[in-house]
């Protein structure tokens, strides 16, 4: 049920508005919006736009095309509705909806505003859609559209990729509040424990290893080990949506990388008031409150205000964590067919407590298990991780003409990583419980401080073209990223640690033992286009590319100064998708990709590797039923690489880890994915992933990552049985895992083999609405209490035990 906010506090409300576009210092005139492109609704982009068309009678399924493409409204329609009807020619100038009545004058059709779009459907199918309408504005787990593959906007059914959503109602039914979290809860993603709360991240075998976009802006990363940081600290609070598209993206990102690309699609304004206020605590003393209000300013500006702040400890002893989240956006029509956009964003994540990756033993010095306490953590009191990241994001959107529109973008992001942490010991002596240090022979502390610059710029236009009588759609653009980063590392010995007293005193930084400081920068730029040819109305062929350049400079100083510089041009990254619609509600696809994969890793001379370079195929079917609002999946794929980055374990003289390049490097496997409303009550997300990754002499990589992955979320209504009450369960289930590692204390090799049994998490929740503005939750994690590690490094990483959390919502 939804309600309008009241005349008596409109004025109220826009007051409070006016008041959040004054504290970021910004002029409501001067601030717009549309992102068409990336899916989400304007707040100003009014059903009542007229334009200018002339659309001849033909096919109504090439003339629904024809009309969404020049009007930039998304029109969804069953061919098995549409598929023998004609359409009315037009002529003149028309809204959607007054073209729409035309074209489909005398046909038995509905046509129903759905957000900023329209669905054309058989009378008949009314009663059942309007609830399934309801479900997709107001509690979806899926979308209707994306466009991270090609750059054209397309539904999930008709991208020739496998594509996973979580939705807001996903992140705020789970409780997420950080990119690592949702991630987690993202099927066919693996996850490996990397330093307290940190991880690295794998999908199809590879590592996710570019930074996350923002809004479909890229983010070259001149720093493969400290690039998660920034990514995964970000807080999905501001996020309607993230786009998770598996293998490679390389006609938009460049980089091509084919584990994945994620694309964090942010909130914007909405048409009318709207807030909601957040309170919650949980285990471990965490506490954490979120605002989120938006709505219009003026008959042509809107605004919406997020922000979100939590602390707490954690399981960890003496661990202590501190985040905070502010993002303002405002949007408005600076003109008829003009649409401007600015979005600003700070975001804080402040740990105490901390430790090294290298710093947690899960090995006696004789080579059996050491198992502590859950809650064994060698992080000290002096110990800290202070992340931050300030971003500033324009936007222009210019409406050429019915057929055609462009859209620019650019993020300024600079952000800030400090760290104080000790390296203790990798193994433990059985008889004294010292912790031995397995790499310098003295224990030793790092600060670091690091601070990454990055600049996105991305410019594109897309529109249709008619060919034989038939409309094609295409986009062109040219996109520019560029990273500065600099890190600064200091060292300095501490005591001797033991576990029954872990607690060591803080290191001289006065009185270093060694320094480093690196420079490293990274450009790349490219032209990109994709054309999505209609063969047929069942048929669609996609043909497109890329063609880049990319360059870096490395200065490493240290005893000595090094610097590396590198650079490649015309670089190519073709693209090739098919897609044939069986019926109604199942298409078949393949695709092809290149890959170029610039990397920012050293060798043991500290030269830079060459980048990587490969393809990625894939098949699969697809299919879509009630207007797209619950979509399955299924794809085969296989990857093969070369020139990749192969972690030695060890470290150069200037500091930096120390890679190798492996070629023959091949990934193959199969998924199968669910997502969206099977009735208005029931919502389900989830999937099953295979993967197998192997050298060129057939020899398995990676075995710390699991083979098999399932995950499976659902929730349900029980508005018929108690109205206002919500259910749902989570579970991920994960195959078995091992590594074999050598660890080297001053006595001599030690090897270990560290396994991890295959394991269930299960989570539940539930809410309850108490009337029209308050709800209450309850999230339950990992209620069967299950012991497991989440890496297998050589070292002890726990996940989290069972925990609980609460909150109340209040919407006004």
């Known amino acids: 049920m939804k309600f309008q906010p009241s005349l008596q506090s409109h004025s109220m409300k826009k007051l409070c508005l006016s008041i959040a576009a004054i504290s970021l210092g910004l002029s409501s005139a001067t601030i717009s919006s549309s992102v068409f492109a990336q899916g989400a609704p304007s707040a100003t982009q009014k059903q009542s736009q007229s334009y200018q068309l002339d659309i001849p009678q033909q096919a109504l399924a090439a003339a629904l095309q024809s009309l969404s493409m020049k009007t930039r409204k998304q029109i969804t329609a069953a061919s098995g509705d549409i598929s023998e009807l004609k359409s009315n020619a037009i002529q003149g100038n028309y809204t959607v909806e007054q073209a729409l009545k035309l074209m489909l004058k005398d046909a038995p059709l509905e046509i129903v505003p759905v957000g900023q779009g329209f669905v054309i459907r058989g009378i008949e199918k009314q009663a059942r859609e309007e609830l399934m309408e309801e479900v997709l504005v107001t509690g979806s787990y899926t979308a209707r559209s994306m466009n991270g593959a090609t750059g054209l906007n397309m539904s999930l059914r008709e991208t020739p990729q496998s594509v996973s959503i979580v939705t807001a109602q996903m992140i705020q039914d789970q409780g997420l509040e950080k990119m690592s979290e949702l991630l987690q809860n993202t099927p066919g993603v693996s996850m490996v424990g990397d330093a307290s709360e940190d991880y690295l991240i794998y999908v199809r075998g590879f590592q996710l290893d570019s930074a996350v976009q923002v809004d479909g802006l890229i983010s070259t990363t001149a720093n493969l080990a400290y690039s998660g940081s920034l990514s995964q600290g970000i807080n999905p609070v501001v996020a309607e949506r993230v786009e998770v598209l598996k293998g490679a993206a390389g006609i938009l990102s460049g980089l091509g990388e084919p584990s ?13 008031f709207q807030g909601e206020l957040a309170l919650r605590a949980g285990r471990w003393s965490n506490v954490g409150a979120d605002i989120d209000v938006s709505g219009p300013i003026t008959d042509n ?54 430790y090294n990756w290298n710093s947690n033993p ?36 210019y409406q050429i003409n019915t057929d055609w529109f462009v859209k620019m973008s650019y993020r300024y992001a600079d952000g800030d990583i400090e760290v104080v942490n ?73 005591p001797f640690a033991n576990i029954n ?62 610097e590396t510089e590198l650079k490649d041009t015309n670089i190519v990254t073709p693209y090739a998708g098919i897609v044939y619609d069986i019926n109604d509600y199942a298409s078949i696809y393949a695709s092809l990709t290149g890959i170029f994969k610039p990397q920012f890793a050293y060798d043991e001379n500290n030269d830079l590797l060459d980048p990587t370079e490969g393809t990625n195929t894939e098949a699969g079917i697809k299919l879509a039923f009630f207007d797209n609002d619950l979509n399955i999946s299924a794809a085969i794929y296989q990857s093969n690489k070369d020139k990749v980055a192969e972690f030695t374990g060890t470290q150069n003289e200037f500091g ?11 990934t193959d496997g199969f998924e199968i994915e669910f997502a969206g409303a099977i009735s208005a009550n029931w919502n389900v997300h989830g999937g099953y992933t295979h993967n197998t990754a192997e050298d060129s002499t057939g020899k398995k990589r990676n075995t710390y990552i699991p083979d098999d992955v399932f995950k499976f979320s659902t929730t349900y209504d029980f508005d018929k049985y108690m109205e206002g009450l919500t259910l749902g369960i989570s579970a991920t289930w994960q195959s078995d895992t091992y590594s074999e590692n050598t660890a080297f204390p001053s006595s001599g090799p030690v090897d270990t083999l560290q396994r991890q049994d295959s394991y269930y ?28 590690n989440r890496s297998l490094w050589g070292f002890l990483d726990y996940g989290e035990p069972r925990n609980i959390s609460a ?4 919407q006004f």
């Open 656 to 666: 930096n880890s120390v890679y190798r390049s492996v070629d023959g490097i091949k």
């Open 761 to 788: 998490l299960i989570d539940i929740m539930g809410r309850y609405r108490i009337n029209d503005e308050i709800e209450i939750g309850v999230n339950v994690n990992n209620i069967l209490d299950e012991t497991y």
């Open 501 to 562: 007293n872990l607690l060591v005193s803080a290191p001289d930084w006065s009185n270093p033992v060694f320094s480093s400081q690196n420079t490293d920068e990274v450009k790349q730029d490219g032209i990109y286009g994709t054309v999505r040819f209609s063969i047929s109305d069942d048929l669609k062929l996609m043909l497109g590319g890329r063609v880049s350049s990319w360059e870096a400079n490395s200065v490493s100083q240290a005893q000595t100064r090094d």
């Open 301 to 354: 500006s809107g605004a919406r205000l997020v922000a979100s702040y939590s602390q707490g400890d954690y399981f960890l002893d003496g661990y202590e964590k501190q985040n905070q989240v502010i993002y303002g956006i405002f949007e408005t029509e600076a003109a008829e067919d003009l649409k401007l956009t600015l979005a600003i964003e700070r975001q804080d994540r402040n740990s105490d407590g901390v």
């Open 807 to 810: 909150s109340v919502r209040w």
């Open 260 to 272: 994945a690309t994620v694309n964090m699609i942010r909130k914007r304004p909405t048409d009318s």
């Open 422 to 494: 000790a390296s203790l010991g990798g193994l433990v002596d059985k008889e004294t419980g010292q912790l031995v240090p397995t790499g310098p022979p003295v224990p030793a502390a790092l600060l670091s401080e690091r601070e990454s610059k990055t600049h996105s710029f991305n410019i594109y236009t897309t529109g249709a073209f008619d060919l034989f009588d038939v409309t094609h759609e295409v986009v062109l653009g040219y996109s520019t990223a560029k990273n500065e980063f600099e890190l600064g590392a200091t060292y300095s010995i501490v």
């Open 362 to 397: 899960s090995f006696y010095t004789d080579g059996t298990p050491f198992t502590p306490k859950r809650s064994f953590s060698s992080g000290q009191p002096w110990a800290y991780r202070d992340v931050s990241e300030t971003s500033v994001t324009p936007e222009l959107e």
